[in-house]
């Protein structure tokens, strides 16, 4: 038998019109999408329906919005055997739903409260982001910490072999892309980012998260879902909640989840969400295994 999985986009893979089709034809997409707009107090499918692009961009909407077209898909789909799940930063959340970790309504008012912490952060403690292409990850780290000296900076994504995503203070990005380049990287290139996501410069963020997280029902998960934090699979309420507060200001270990996850056994993964980042992700860690993209309706109407 082939053991299935389900991964979830994080930020970055909103586009204006996401959802829309799900609310067209699908009236628990429309229940979904109402029941979102009174939660967080703003018409947020409005945003994502129509834009503006520069108002879905912002943090405080995007992660809501790129979470709530995830969990519509995942409620439409009907005849996946799923055993496990995983998502990328904000993606996490989404998992935990899936595995019936975390329940919707608490769920959209917790990552609504992510999404607004961490762009307030990046308003206190303004830093950035970069992206090195073909560089070994030891190398980065080394470059990540020769540039320390100077400002913050750690690796913040280690998303596929030789695509690795630094963050910190400007300066200390800034030192630590010249070191990338100087040490034989193919690209680097800076991101257009709000802050200086995965870094110490997200700690008041996760002073906010903490606190939503206090307050919010958490329970053992039905089925395993690897952690961003620690690239390992948790089931218990005590460790997710431990490991949602850590994620804000560590790395997120894509590829070693993937690949530990095809360790245990899985060799079909649905990425659930809009886009097909994490498609393109999983291809370039192992090509052998299969990985779907589901984020139209027309998508969802094989499994349902």
Known sequence: MFKKAFLFPGQGSQYIGMAKDLYDNSVEAKEMIKTADEALGVNLSYIMFNGPEEQLKQTEFTQPAIFLHSVILLSIIRTLNIEASAGHSLGEYSALVAAGA???????????????????????????????????????VECCIEASQIGIVQC?????????????????VKKAMELCKAKGAKLVKELVVSGAFHSPLMESAQTALLQELDNTNIYDARFPVYANVTAQPVIKKEEIRKLLFEQLNSPVRWDE??????????????????????QGLVKRIN????CYSIDKYSDVEKYI
């Open 257 to 278: 989840t993937i690949a530990n996850m095809i360790k245990d056994g899985v060799d079909e993964f649905y990425e659930v969400g809009p886009g097909k980042v994490l």
């Open 102 to 140: 975390i329940q919707f309504y608490d769920a959209v008012k917790l990552v609504r409260v992510r999404g607004k912490a961490m762009q307030q952060a990046g308003i206190e403690k303004p830093g950035t982001m970069a992206a090195i292409i073909g560089l070994e990850p030891a190398k980065v």
């Open 156 to 172: 913040a994504n280690f998303n596929s072999p030789g695509q690795i995503v630094i963050s910190g203070a400007v300066d200390g």
């Open 287 to 290: 090509p052998e295994v299969k």
